[in-house]
């Protein structure tokens, strides 16, 4: 089975189960269209084949012994070079880090080890996942971004490279590199999955995340992170349309033209598939969320890096040295009332979700922006990343030019399961193409 | 029983539960002490007799047919007046809220209510519970301070006033008055028990604690606060005696003398009782201790107030003033780095605390100091309040000015049950007299 490394994350583990795969096949399969796209797409930082091997065959003889550890049994897994892979290098995408090597695992990669995942490498980031861009290319097309700063994580899963991948998202870092890329992108529920081993950007506001090709695939690899499962909550076919409360307003103004006009006409494909969409309200306080995401933001970002900046400033990247030196001048006051903002914005939301299972919204501002300078605007997602409620991207569709955009769902705290379901239903009503490199 | 006042939270409830003694008359004991006394303490900012004896008579009611809510069932307990009281005025000491009356019980006032204790009325706090003074005396002395912020809880208490009351700690503000005063303070365990309506001073420091005469009366209010029973793991005269880790260092240098000095008599009694005291060596962090605490507690205190400061700026007294206006021109990165200072001192009085059930120190700086001008020094109590780990004073000894001194002992979090059972230990070692004003 050369072309296992197109298979989506349910599909492969079915067939390892059933005897047909085995995690050593997938895993070469997988390194094969790595060494055949690495070179255009620039996703990773470090490959472990030789870590990744022994891994995948010791998989493959419990495999054969009819001991399967999980869903994620020999499934590759790309890990975002910000987690820590104990005894493999992890950069954090900065000059500072270029030889670090941690001795332990993140809590989240020893979970997925544990689990039977196999992990290929470390997936590029931008500098300390904030936004001075990756080498990383979109492979939609190579000219443009893929988004950031999970940017090789989500360009790896959308190229074949891999079937999942581990991101953060502080501001918009796991759900607009998805949508860039035409994956589907995860950010659950703030704090629900352990950051413990994951370099933090602001520790309000980070969140561990995911990429994958299909919803499916995002309820199995958050039930390999959460030790709970997903898929059992997740009807297919003959599942409730879900009731939908599309934002406009401020999204609206300042959505791409594309972009819009792209959900626009998703939304009528949802209703005309049964879907109740009705317009909800944004809360007045919407209008803080952004300056109060960026004084948390610029004040733990600063507070993290504090010591390293004043002696190496000179090893620290344009955009995030910007954001640490405004940071440094946020008096605690400003940070604390914007930390207060935060409880507030989330009371708001939650009573937006009271009459609707999910808040919709395009999950990126514009498609994937031409160009590497740039990784993108994250204020579509920003808001839910200060609330802390879970979010997940869809692809939707093409732009004229062949750029993939996205749906983004929003749901209650701890409300995984019902997103998971209402954005597999939104997946089989967009019906999205997914292979890019492969048409 | 016209001495009824004169009874501990245990004796009374062992009277009443035996029908001799009722709500009703304890509390009317009470009251008559509180005509007594309250014009040379001042304890009290608003004294409810009405609704105290409408509460009491349902009370001897039911306690007459034998229904016993708990063992604070007919107990008088003064409550701070940061503490909501619905339909009871609250003043937080502060004439911006001269007037003010919630609608609804802080959490642990509702608490005790349902567990059947009676509110005789709401007493003296410094202003928003921080430095600048209440009226209230020291019942020991007249001319002294009571210590502060819960002045007139410590004070009421000592004086035969209530046996038990609410008062709050963010630096030193239930040890510090409990030792002044003579009687037993505590300090459980950060966030172990709400502090909804409470109004906040410093949210990541502050502590709901009460005043009562006797340890097995903490482990009393305790029980009522939390729906747990301490008082089972309380053994009495049998029980081992503790094992103590004394820190000098600090405390030593900066103690007045005749705290010092009574505190190493404690010590040498409590070793010729059987104890086994060690010393205990501080952290090296222990030197930021304190400016971590001020930053953290300047930054809170002016966030809390920012817009009412703003607007109402002559309303506040001079020292919450230059709380506020300091706590305006803190940098966020320093707050930071003040919050996370706390964890990591956590962590080191946490390991401090492997080898020995408690950490032993003077309760207070001073004795309660002359003039009402200075409530006086928090700081051999900030430590815990900053790490959050529980703690307790009991009284040792009077100075030859008959000023009462005492012994402060803090352990692990959540370790309120072993803290009881040493600070009784230490207290029938002591043998410290009840009455300051019935000698």
Redesign the interface.
């Known amino acids: 089975m050369e072309d296992a490394y197109r298979l989506t994350v349910a599909e492969a583990s079915r067939l390892i189960g059933e005897g047909r795969l085995t995690p050593i096949r997938l895993l070469e399969s997988v390194l094969g269209r790595i060494e055949e796209l690495e070179p255009r797409v620039e996703a990773w930082v470090t490959l472990d084949e030789e870590g990744a091997r022994a891994s995948a065959e010791a998989l493959t003889r419990e495999a054969e012994e009819g001991d399967l550890r999980s869903l994620v049994h020999g499934i590759p897994v790309g890990v975002k070079d910000i987690y820590f892979t104990g005894g493999l290098r992890t950069t954090m995408g900065s000059p500072i880090y270029a030889d670090y090597v941690p001795t332990f695992d993140a809590e989240t990669v020893r979970l997925l080890r544990e689990a039977g995942a196999v992990i290929p490498g470390k997936t590029e980031t931008t500098e300390f996942a904030y936004a001075d861009p990756a080498p990383t290319r979109n492979p939609w097309n190579l000219e443009h971004t893929p988004g950031g700063s999970s940017s090789g994580s989500a360009a790896a899963v959308a190229s074949g490279m891999c079937p999942s991948a581990l991101g953060s998202q502080t501001g918009g870092s796991v759900i607009r590199p998805a949508a860039f890329c035409g994956v589907v992108g995860m950010k659950p529920t703030y704090d629900l999955i352990s950051r413990e081993g994951v370099y933090p950007l602001s520790w309000s506001l980070d969140h561990v995340g995911f990429f994958t090709r299909t919803v499916e695939d995002a309820a199995i690899m958050l039930g390999a992170l959460t030790g709970r499962t997903f898929a059992g909550e997740i009807p297919s076919h003959e599942m409730r349309a879900p009731r939908l409360g599309l934002l406009r307003g401020f999204f609206q103004e300042r959505a791409h033209e594309a972009v819009w006009g792209g959900l626009e006409e998703a939304v009528e494909r949802l209703r005309d598939a049964g879907a109740y969409v009705v317009e909800a309200a944004l809360p007045d306080s919407f209008g803080l969320v952004l300056p109060a995401h960026r004084?948390i933001f610029a004040?733990?970002t600063?507070?993290i890096h504090?010591d390293l900046f004043g002696a190496r400033r000179e090893d620290f990247r344009p955009l995030i040295r910007g954001l640490i030196a405004s940071?440094?001048?946020?008096?605690?006051?400003?940070?604390?009332?914007a930390r207060?903002f935060k409880g507030k914005f989330a009371r708001e939301v939650g009573a937006l979700l009271r009459d609707v299972d999910c808040l919709l919204t395009p999950a990126s501002v514009t498609p994937a922006l031409r160009g590497l300078e740039s990784t993108g605007d994250a204020s579509f997602n920003s808001p839910w990343s200060l609330c802390g409620f879970p979010s997940i991207t869809v692809p939707s569709g093409l732009t004229a030019e062949g750029l993939p955009v996205g749906l983004q769902l929003v749901a209650s705290p701890y409300g995984e399961g019902g997103l998971l379901g209402a954005a597999m239903w939104c997946e089989e009503v967009m019906g999205f193409p997914k292979d890019p490199m492969d048409p």
Do not use: F, T, W
């Not at 940071?327 to 009332?337: D, F, I, Q, R």
């Open positions: 004084v004040s733990e600063a507070s504090q940071g440094l001048l946020v008096p605690a006051s400003a940070y604390l009332k207060r």
